[in-house]
């Protein structure tokens, strides 16, 4: 892990989707892929007469898994979030200015399944802030950055912010 006093401060921070879970789901796709051709494959051999019907399921199944893999390599490159001097673009809005953005911070909910008979609770992460009267929440679980690493570039952004209206503050008093 990264120590937050070491993290690189650049223009512009660019959130993107864990490669590792993007990974992860691709690879799982890919069993079905395999899976399937090992079961035309069968078909093919034991039954050609009604390939056509028993194929309908494999074949349908494959296509499937090829959209979702390539869906899942789109979705893994894709910027989610972009924080800079100026604010936070998310990929549904447009830069919200820092001037409109009060209370970011890191928020956590724990769930728990009431059927279950064990005590799993899971916890998620948010990114939260109010913008212009309006709650915004952005789960972080799945994104190439921790939370805390999240937090910590939040408060160097806002400050940072921060200082630039004050020159111009003063730069207009005097």
Known sequence: MNNLNSLEIQEELQIKNSKSIS????????IFI????????LLLKNQPESLT????MPI????FSLIMIFLEIRKMNSIVIQINKK????????????????????????F???ESKHDF???????FFNFRDERIEIKIDDLDITDSELNHYLKIYRESFNQRQQNIS?????
Do not use: P
């Not at 990974?23 to 890919?30: A, I």
């Not at 395999?34 to 494959?41: A, D, E, G």
């Not at 349908?60 to 296509?63: A, D, F, N, P």
């Not at 990929?91 to 890191?106: F, Q």
């Open 170 to 174: 003063n730069y207009k008093v005097h």
């Open 23 to 30: 990974v992860v789901t691709s690879l799982s796709y890919l």
């Open 112 to 114: 728990t399944a009431k």
């Open 121 to 127: 609770k899971n916890e998620i992460n948010y990114l």
């Open 87 to 110: 604010g936070i673009q998310t990929y549904k809005r447009a830069l919200m200015n820092w001037d409109d953005i009060e209370n970011e911070k890191i928020i956590s909910r724990t």
């Open 60 to 63: 349908g199944t494959i296509l």
């Open 34 to 41: 395999i899976v399937c051709i090992f079961f035309l494959n």
């Open 53 to 56: 019907t028993f194929a309908i």
